[in-house]
Every structure is written in C-alpha cells, then in structure tokens.
C-alpha cells in the first residue's frame, strides 16, 4: 500500500473543463512535489512545496495552478489543458527540503487524457 | 548541470540469474545521494537503494546491491536472483546534498523483462 495517495486513478477530460487533482500523505512529510510523466520517460519536476509553501516553480504553463492548502494535503487544478498534456501526473512528498538524504515516496499517479 | 545516463534502454533476465543495469553520471559536486527507483506497471515509483557519495560501502537491501565508483562515476544496479516481480522500468537518479537542492535528477530509464 502506498503512503501517498493520489486520486483520482484516472481522468479524462475536454480542453474546456476544470478539474484538480489530489495528493494526501500522513507521513509527517513538509515538502511535497508534483511530477508530469510521458511514456517510456522519466519523470519531469513541476513544483515543489516546502512547509506549504511554493518553493520551485519549473517554468509551468499557468494553465498548472498547485495549491497546498496544509502540510499533508496537494491539489493540481487543471484548466484549459492541451493534448499534449496527457501524461501520468506523479505526487512525492519527503520529510522536508532541508534533509536531502531522505528519499522522495511516490504515489501511484493520475493517468491523465485530453480529449 | 548534472545529468544521469542509462545506456541500456531495455534489458532482460531469466528469473533466479543476475541482471546488472548500468548507470553513470556527471556532476561537479564531491558529496551527492544516488537513489534507484523501480516503476512497475502499477505506475508507483518505489524507492529500491540509495547511496550516499561519502560513504566508499556500497549499499545492499537484500538481493539489491550497487557497485558505486565515485572516480568514474558510476552507480551500478545488481539484481542478484531475480525475480518476475521484478519487472519494471528502474531510474537511477541523482541528488545534490547542497541546502535547499531540491531536485531529482533521473535517467532515461531501463526496462527490465524477467522470463520464466
């Protein structure tokens, strides 16, 4: 069972429609990261929040909106996405920032269409 | 900048031998973490070892072992008795132990089949 949690599983979408996608973790975790992963690639950073703070920014289009609204809860909101935006949108949380040596735990992800 | 190279895009094994995947790096940095990730088809990115650059032992965790050589950089994977629910894609990644780095560095990837 993993200790990060993502829902939903998967989602389909039109280029029109808003939804968010959550990340929830009880691990005592302060940084958590949201991931964009294509087939057969590794996975590509977006965010990362540090004690429920936006701390990295990797040059998201603003069609992207995190949000971390307490230290064990994530949300990606979704608007106006494009094909290309379809991908496995990976969730990671790790003690904190600071701790380098503590390894980032994922979830199992958010299987992501555009329609 | 640092990046990480996987030079086998897919491998395969028959179950119960070793399989060793490869992976090195570059970097300017003297003190840095290496991590090997597993992604079964289940998607989730499972933690499979980790090293840390100043220590010269090289981690195991169970029928997981690294051969890390800090001169060539070089941070190999060995799989010793493999088996099928091994099969998965495996990241080698890299992390700086400055403050505040914050990023992953990961290769391209390995698939690796198991065959029963």
């Known amino acids: 069972d993993t200790e990060v949690t993502q829902t939903p599983k998967h989602l389909v979408m039109g280029m029109t429609n808003k939804k968010s996608l959550k990340c929830e973790q009880h691990m005592g975790h302060r940084a958590m990261y949201w991931y964009k992963q294509k087939a057969k690639k590794p996975p590509e950073l977006m965010f990362v929040y540090s004690y429920e703070k936006l701390s990295i920014n990797e040059s998201v289009p603003s069609r992207f909106s995190p949000e971390c609204p307490n230290s064990s809860l994530l949300n990606l909101h979704l608007h106006a996405l494009q094909p290309e935006d379809s991908a496995l949108y990976l969730c990671?949380?790790?003690?904190?920032?600071?701790?380098?040596?503590?390894?980032?735990?994922f979830g199992d992800g958010t299987r992501l269409s555009i329609l | 900048a640092q990046t990480v190279t996987q030079s086998q895009p897919e491998m395969s094994v028959q179950e119960a031998e070793t399989v060793t995947l490869s992976c090195t790096y570059d970097?300017?940095?003297?003190?840095?973490?290496l991590f090997w990730y597993k992604q079964p088809p289940s998607r989730q990115m499972i933690l499979v070892i980790r090293?840390?650059?100043?220590?010269?032992q090289n981690a195991t965790e169970n029928r997981f072992s690294v051969n890390f050589q800090k001169a060539a950089k070089s941070f190999s994977l060995k799989i010793s008795d493999s088996q099928l629910g091994d099969a998965a894609m495996y990241f080698c990644?890299?992390?700086?132990?400055?403050?505040?780095?914050?990023?992953?560095?990961f290769g391209q990837g390995t698939r690796l089949t198991i065959n029963p």
């Open positions: 990644a890299y992390r700086s132990r400055l403050q505040g780095a914050q990023k992953l560095v």
């Open positions: 970097t300017s940095e003297s003190d840095y973490y």
């Open positions: 990671a949380s790790s003690q904190d920032t600071i701790r380098v040596d503590q390894p980032q735990h």
């Open positions: 090293q840390e650059a100043y220590k010269q």
